[in-house]
């Protein structure tokens, strides 16, 4: 995990640009328009498109899946669900729906989402249309080291749980949050667009707004912002959050500046097919990078391998024969022997420090089930980390990627992104609780103020532990061992790496897991 530099930098927060064209679109008509209760996304974004310069309370760029999960979260709060909202985005699948086949291969992109999601989007209403999907929990996952030194067992029952996640085809969420929100009397329009411009004037000095004020003087007096869209569309909104990915464009044009770097590493991942079903969780780190083995249900597990760019260049251009054996080699003997499980040696060392015994404490460890056949694509990706310094400005806030990527080896990068869009909807609904303007400063501070401090926490983390198991180094690997028989033997200390990576315990511990 990387160190994070928290220093801030001056943001030049505003484009501050005032266009010549004048809107007529008055808070009646506005009402008038969106009161008809469109039933489908098509039918919503024709009507919309026919007048320009329409007003939103929320304007949500970025129509992935922590983007449509704020907007759900928004539709599920009864203080929010009477909200206008748009959500921008050019992604088809937002306006015309892709057919999810369940008798097709899992598709590589997925996501393990931890109880602490699970939670959440049952809260919102998305989880039932995710269990009509395939979709696989897990209860036990393995972590191990390369040099066979340590290894370390996590079962959900150590903390009196059904489950340490749940692997979900990304596909599989989005589809399901699209239609968790279609079934709901939410007022959104969908804009199958890009971002082109934003603009936000400063606040005029006088004290009071008069609600029966144009669109356009709304704007000029900096109660709103203006967006313009590729297709020559413009809207206005109280709020614009940020939810378009790690190119953001909403943190470009607001000059949020950011901390961060590119790994000398990119991640291959892909989906395979074992003879039985998988039911575990695997990560084995290696000394280029550590690779995970995720079931995804039926016989299909997912790869996401984290290797140096000419390797990951050999391994998506190899043969489907020699890149099966190339990964049971690298989750089997290759790099280095089995870890030797042990009935009393790593037990009575930390025997005064293990509370009430675990579970997994008595489970030895086991080989990860063969990979027989490659069942999808292989895709590479770059790895980078990066972070804003700040998440908000006045009318503008950033949550998921746009506010911070990490490194993919905990899984935990989609989780963060969905707990962003839980904290900013509560802090949405608590200003419209007490009337206050949802894009204040003020106000959005305080989702920030819960944010940052916990991503930070969680991207300094796995700086750590991507630093520390990418060295080859007889001491070091020693200490490893150890961190890994630690966190196998001592019952609070591996209750506690299990709540944290499952979302329930927000202070993190530095030693090794996996979610």
């Not at 393995?142 to 959900?156: E, F, I, K, M, S």
Request: proline share 4%; net charge positive; aromatic share 8%.
């Amino acid at each position: 995990m990387n160190r994070i530099v928290t220093k801030r930098f001056s943001v030049n927060v505003y484009e501050l640009s005032i266009t010549r064209k004048n809107f007529c679109s008055n808070a009646a008509s506005r009402v008038s328009s969106s009161s008809s209760g469109q039933s489908s996304n098509e039918h919503e974004v024709k009507q919309n498109f026919t007048d320009d310069g329409h007003q939103y309370d929320v304007a949500i760029v970025g129509g992935g899946v922590v983007g449509m999960a704020l907007a759900c979260s928004l539709a599920h709060l009864p203080l929010t669900k009477h909200l206008k909202v748009a959500i921008i985005d050019s992604n088809p699948a937002l306006v015309k729906r892709n057919c999810i086949n369940k008798e097709d291969p899992p598709d590589p992109r997925v996501s393990t989402v931890t109880p602490a999601t699970i939670s959440f989007f049952k809260d919102i209403g998305a989880w039932q249309y995710i269990q009509q999907h395939r979709h696989a929990y897990f209860g036990k996952m393995q972590v191990w080291d390369y040099t066979g030194l340590g290894y370390t067992r996590y079962n959900a029952r150590d903390v009196n749980k059904e489950v340490l996640g749940c692997v979900v085809e990304n596909k599989v969420l989005h589809s399901s949050l699209l239609s968790c929100i279609e079934n709901t009397d939410f007022r959104k329009t969908i804009y199958p667009s890009k971002l082109t411009s934003m603009a936000l004037l400063p606040s005029s000095s006088s004290m009071g707004v008069d609600s029966t004020l144009s669109t356009t003087a709304l704007f000029t007096k900096g109660r709103l912002a203006k967006l313009e869209l590729s297709d020559g569309k413009s809207l206005y909104a109280k709020l614009v959050v940020g939810a378009d990915g790690g190119k953001s464009r909403v943190r470009e044009l607001a000059g949020f500046k950011t901390t961060g770097w590119n790994y000398s590493q990119n991640a291959v991942i892909c989906t395979v097919e074992h003879t039985e079903e998988n039911r575990c969780a695997w990560q084995r780190f290696l000394p280029a990078g550590p690779i995970a083995l995720l079931p995804i249900g039926d016989r299909f597990s997912n790869i996401v391998w984290t290797m140096n760019p000419n390797v990951s260049s050999d391994c998506k251009t190899m043969n489907e024969e020699e890149f099966v054996k190339t990964v049971n080699h690298a989750l089997d003997y290759g790099y280095g022997s089995h870890p030797k499980s042990s009935s009393s040696g790593g037990r009575d060392m930390f025997s005064w420090l293990r509370g009430d015994v675990t579970i997994s404490a008595d489970e030895c460890f086991e080989v990860p089930p063969k990979v027989i056949k490659l069942a999808s694509d292989r895709m590479v990706f770059p790895l980078s980390l990066k972070h804003a310094n700040d998440y908000v400005s006045k009318h503008v806030v950033l949550i998921g990627d746009a506010a911070h990527t990490v490194h993919p080896l905990a899984g935990q990068g989609v989780n963060l992104g969905f707990e962003d869009s839980h904290a900013l909807s509560r802090v949405i609904a608590e200003g419209v609780a007490v009337g206050s303007d949802i894009g204040e400063v003020s106000l959005l501070r305080k989702y920030e103020a819960e944010r940052k401090p916990a991503n930070i926490a969680m991207m300094a983390l796995l700086e750590v532990f991507q630093r520390a198991y990418s060295v080859d180094f007889g001491p070091l690997n020693i200490l490893r061992a150890a961190a890994f028989n630690g966190a196998h033997y001592i019952s609070p200390l591996k209750k506690s790496i299990i709540s944290y990576a499952s979302g329930e315990q927000k202070m993190p511990l530095p030693l090794p897991f996996f979610s």
